[in-house]
């Protein structure tokens, strides 16, 4: 008998916290609402309490990582273990070394994902196919500006 491998749980909201205070090196909320880092760090992620469990899944999405049980996720917007609507990992959505890839392995991966993703593919998604094009050209404009 195969048993499957589940994903570890959610973090609770404590485990959250202290993540997030060691991150930005604080002890408490109360530190870290102080915080100049932490401020100028979610200064755009409008308006957030740190208790509750869904806004610090968020600031530790941006700013600490993949959250334990995310990591390998399967299903809608998930590509190569990543789901694209919740984070921002353009080179590892491409499959991509970011210290090692050339412009050219960019567009490779772009054309490899626009052929299953494109909204003109039967296999097509127009919402995954914008989320790739924004993550291109993120990575494209990151080239353009050295040459």
Request: charged content about 25%; overall charge positive; hydrophobic content about 35%.
């Amino acid at each position: 008998m195969v048993r499957q491998l589940q994903p570890p749980p959610r973090l609770s909201v404590k485990e959250l916290q202290k993540a997030i205070y060691n991150h930005f090196g604080v002890k408490n909320a109360a530190e870290l609402r102080k915080s100049a880092s932490f401020k100028l760090a979610t200064s755009g992620m409008g308006k957030l309490s740190l208790s509750n469990i869904d806004d610090l899944e968020r600031i530790y999405r941006q700013h600490i990582g993949i959250l334990p049980n995310e990591e390998g996720e399967e299903g809608y917007g998930c590509i190569n273990g990543i789901n694209i609507f919740k984070y921002d990992l353009p080179w590892r959505v491409f499959g991509l070394d970011p210290d090692r890839a050339t412009n050219e392995d960019i567009k490779a991966a772009f054309y490899r994902l626009s052929k299953i993703y494109h909204p003109d593919s039967p296999t097509g998604d127009d919402k995954i196919f914008q989320r790739l094009t924004l993550f291109y050209k993120s990575l494209t404009e990151k080239f353009e500006q050295w040459l």
